[in-house]
C-alpha cells in the first residue's frame, strides 16, 4: 500500500493552528462578553447606552490591535520599544500641562479630538522596556546595578503620574516592578523591601501599636534573608521611615484622595457619604445570592445606587444579577487566563525578552483584578484601577488588546525552533 505525503499547504495549516494560543482565544472573548453584558444591563435603564455602543466599537478596534501585536516579529518590537517608552514619557508630561482634569486628577489628553489616558499606553511601554534591558545577555536582577535600572525604569513613569496626581496607576508600576523582580530571581531583600515598605504605610494609617509591630515584623524579616549586617541595617532603618514619614505624605494627598483611605478603614462611618460606594457595592454583592435576581432585575444596578457602575464597580453588575454562580464564573475565567499568562511565561525562560514580557503582562492584570474586586467587596482602597476586558474604558481595554497579542505572539515562540 502506497501512503500519500501530505500536501506541504495542509501541512503549513495545520502548523499554524497548532501555534494560535487557543486558551486566550477562548478566555478573553468571554471575558469581553461579561463586560458587555454587564456594562449594557448597568447603563440600558439609565439612557447611557452610549457607554455600552463605546465599548462594542472599543472592542472591534481593539481586535485589531491584538491581531497587529500578535504578528509583530521581536526586532520590529524591540527596535519600537525605546520610542514607545519615550513617547509615553512625553505624553505623561503634557498631561501635567494640558490635560484634562477629572475625579481631581489631570490623567486624560486630547489629540485631534480623540480623548484618552497615557498612562495605560505607559503601562505597556513600561514592560516593554524592562523586558528588554534585561534579555541583555550577561544582565541579571542579582547585580545590584541591574536593580537599579529597572527601579529607574519604572520610576520615571511613576513619579509623572503621581504628579497628576493618580496613586492607583502608580501602584501599578510597582507592581510590575516586583513582578519583573520575583520573575527574575533577584535577591530576596529586592523583592521584601518593596513589599514591607507598602505595608509599614498601610499600617501607619492604622495606628501606632500596629506601626511599631510592623517596623519590628519587617526587621526580622530583612535580617532573615541574611544580608550584611550593614545592608540590613540600613533597610529596616528606610522601612521605619516610609513608616514615620507617610503621614507626612497623607497630608499632601488631595482631599478625594483622603477620603478614599478613610472610606475603606472605616466606611461605616460616612455611608452617605465617602464609604457609600463601598457599603452599596457590598450590599448588590451579596443581595444576589446564589443564582441572582435576573439579567437588568438587580436593584442597585437599574437604581443607581452606585454611581458609574460600569467602571469602577462594574463586578457588583454580575455578582447582583447572576448572583454568586455569575461572580464565580466571572473570577474563574479571570485567574484561568493570568494562570495561563505565567504558565505560558515559565515556559518562556529561555527566551528572556518574551518571558519578561508576558509575566509583567500577567503581573500588571493580576494587580487590576485583585485590587478592582477588593474594591467591590470592601477589601482594598476605592483606587479606580478597571477590571481588565469588562469595565468600560476605551484606552485601557486597547492597551489590555494589544497585551493580549503580545502573549499570542510570545506563545508563537514556543513551536520556533531556537
Known sequence: ???????PQLTGWRRSLQQLDWITLLLVPLLLAFGLIAIYSATYSSGLQHFFFRQLLYTAFGIGVALIAMWLPRPWLERLTPLAYGGSLLLLGAVLLVGRTVYGSKS?????GITFQPVEIAKLSTTLALASFLSVEGRSLRQWRTVIACCGIVALPTVLVLLQPDAGSAMVFGALLLTTLLWGHAHPLVVLMPVAIGVIVLLSLVGTTGLLLGILGATVAIFLTRPRFLIALVCSLAV??????SSALYGLLKPHQKARIHSFLNPEEDPQGAGYHVIQSMLAIGSGGLTGK???QGTQTQLRFIPKQ????????PAEEFGLLGAVLLLAVLFGLLWHVFSVAERLREQPFWSFV???IGGIWFFHT???IGMALGLAPVIGLPLPFVSAGG?????????VGLLMNAYRQLFRRR
Open 294 to 296: 435576573g439579567f437588568q
Open 370 to 372: 485583585a485590587i478592582n
Open 1 to 7: 500500500m502506497v501512503f500519500s505525503e501530505p500536501h
Open 395 to 403: 484606552s485601557a481595554l486597547l492597551v489590555n488588546m494589544g497585551m
Open 108 to 112: 486624560w489628553l486630547s489629540v485631534a
Open 310 to 317: 460600569w467602571t469602577d464597580f462594574i463586578f457588583c453588575v
Open 240 to 245: 521605619a521611615a516610609a513608616g514615620w514619614g
Open 358 to 360: 508576558v509575566s509583567g
